[in-house]
T-cell receptor, first 107, second 116 residues
Framework: KNEVEQSPQNLTAQEGEFITINCSYS?????LHWLQQHPGGGIVSLFMLSSGKKKHGRLIATINIQEKHSSLHITASHPRDSAVYICAISPPRQLTFGSGTQLTVLP | DSGVTQTPKHLITATGQRVTLRCSPRSGDLSVYWYQQSLDQGLQFLIQ???????AKGNILERFSAQQFPDLHSELNLSSLELGDSALYFC???????????????FGPGTRLTVT
């Protein structure tokens, strides 16, 4: 069993919809990271969380340490949000990655 | 732009060959991490250096090696290349060594390696 599980694997939404991507993990962590990978391959760090909730523009990330679960929400989705969203955990040191969620937002 | 640079962007080479991938971290960052992203394995951590010293090792093959130089740039050397080594190789940098605390990592644009 992978230490990091993401769902769904694929998600198609209409522009304007509220989107949720989930991440569950099975080990103790010091932080959880949400990353965005663009179609060209580049990876951007969106959030690093160790508790609670963070918001940046239309993106919101939450984490429940007791339940070992995190969610990434996108409000008022837009076609430019189409990308792969990757959850990663850091027990000590290196990142361990989920398999990613391919998000497609249709106009 | 994360401030992390990687060269080359693309590399095509034959099986059995050796290649070197280069990474320059963000100004002020002392840690460099190398990751491999292949179609079947996803993103995997290979190795971390902090201020010239190896700090952590992940799923790095014996055919692969890395180092971090005094100017903090890092090189990943891949030798005796196999078809299965074809992947995107990312480096990332952070200001701190890791350890029990986590720090945000800034990713470079990646090097796409194709082994034919």
């Amino acid at each position: 069993k992978n230490e990091v599980e993401q769902s769904p694997q694929n998600l198609t939404a209409q522009e304007g919809e509220f989107i949720t991507i989930n991440c569950s993990y099975s080990v103790g962590i010091s932080a959880l990271h949400w990353l965005q990978q663009h179609p060209g391959g580049g990876i951007v760090s969106l959030f690093m969380l160790s508790s609670g909730k963070k918001k940046h523009g239309r993106l919101i990330a939450t984490i429940n340490i007791q339940e070992k679960h995190s969610s990434l929400h996108i409000t008022a989705s837009h076609p430019r949000d189409s990308a792969v969203y990757i959850c990663a955990i850091s027990p000590p040191r290196q990142l361990t990655f989920g398999s990613g969620t391919q998000l497609t937002v249709l106009p | 732009d994360s401030g992390v640079t990687q060269t080359p962007k693309h590399l095509i080479t034959a099986t059995g060959q050796r290649v070197t991938l280069r990474c320059s971290p963000r100004s002020g960052d002392l840690s460099v991490y190398w990751y491999q992203q292949s179609l079947d394995q996803g993103l995997q951590f290979l190795i971390q250096y902090y201020n010239g010293e190896e700090r952590a090792k992940g799923n790095i093959l014996e055919r692969f090696s890395a180092q971090q130089f005094p100017d903090l740039h890092s090189e990943l050397n891949l030798s005796s290349l196999e078809l299965g080594d074809s992947a995107l190789y990312f480096c990332a940098s952070s200001v701190e060594p890791g350890g029990q605390r986590s720090h945000e990592q800034y990713f470079g644009p990646g090097t796409r390696l194709t082994v034919t």
